[in-house]
């Protein structure tokens, strides 16, 4: 007769695989999320890079147009060079990040770790 002290092995075992397929699913899911959260945040990076550099340019601008007394031709050489040196930024960034995504992983690993999840290391049972 078993004591209640004792652990179930069947319950156990049962838990293990359950938390195993568990593990695999996620595993399975991570990866496509990840790329298509880094794309997006790729997307806005750029996307702010390119407003920015038209609020500096006017902004610049601006300045000129007050303290030189040249208005509006300041602000419109502001927009036009902040809009010129944003777009030429813009597309600098852009192929660098095209190149590192067609570039193949230096580890060649699918077991990458990509930035989700805990970063506890992974406890093994005998």
């Not at 359950?18 to 699913?25: N, T, V």
């Not at 999320?33 to 601008?61: M, N, P, W």
């Amino acid at each position: 007769m078993p004591k209640a002290d004792e652990p179930n092995d069947k319950a156990i075992e049962s838990l293990d695989a359950r938390l195993a397929a568990f593990e695999a699913k996620k595993a399975a899911e991570k990866p496509s999320k990840a790329t298509s959260e880094k794309a997006t945040q790729d997307g806005y990076r750029l996307l702010a890079d390119l407003i920015g550099g038209v609020l500096v340019g006017v902004g610049f601008g601006w300045l000129l147009d007050h303290y030189a007394h040249t208005s509006p031709w300041g602000m419109i050489g502001g927009l036009l060079i902040g809009l010129g040196l944003a777009i030429f930024s813009i597309v600098r960034k852009a192929m660098k990040l095209s190149a590192q995504a067609s570039a193949p992983s230096p580890s060649g690993n699918a077991d990458e770790d990509t930035g989700g999840g805990s970063t506890a290391p992974k406890q093994k049972r005998d």
